[in-house]
């Protein structure tokens, strides 16, 4: 079994910075692409960012320039630098992995973190 923890979250005044965290764990032998989705009230998930093992990153239009993603592959952690944050940013975030397991590599299977609150305040 694959386990996503995440980290970060919580409450910040507009204009302010969070950091999110993931890690990865299991019996895993990649994971790609790894990376960050958010849903809020009654509104659909939606992609927010994510990463390769190779580096390319992948921003939805709406937080392009403000935030950032970033990996480390050989510790499995995908991690969301937020800046400039809007009311607008107020959502659960998700932690996504696209995940080969060691028990069998022709297999692919998307694994999701428990969801962090992130409330932007006006």
């Known amino acids: 079994q694959v386990q996503l923890v995440e980290s970060g979250g919580g409450l910040v005044q507009a204009g302010g910075s969070l950091s999110l965290s993931c890690a990865a764990s299991?019996?895993?032998?990649?994971?790609?692409?790894m990376g960050w989705f958010r849903q809020a009230p009654g509104k659909q998930r939606e992609l927010v960012a994510t990463i390769t093992s190779g580096g390319t990153t992948n921003y939805a239009d709406s937080v392009k320039g403000r935030f950032t993603i970033s990996r480390d592959n050989a510790k499995n952690t995908v991690h969301l630098q937020m800046n400039s944050l809007k009311p607008e940013d107020t959502a659960v975030y998700y932690c996504?992995?696209?995940?080969?397991?060691?028990?069998?590599?022709?297999?692919?299977?998307?694994?999701w973190g428990q969801g962090t609150q992130v409330t932007v305040s006006s």
């Open positions: 299991g019996r895993i032998f990649s994971i790609n692409p």
């Open positions: 996504n992995a696209h995940v080969q397991p060691l028990w069998s590599s022709s297999r692919w299977v998307d694994y």
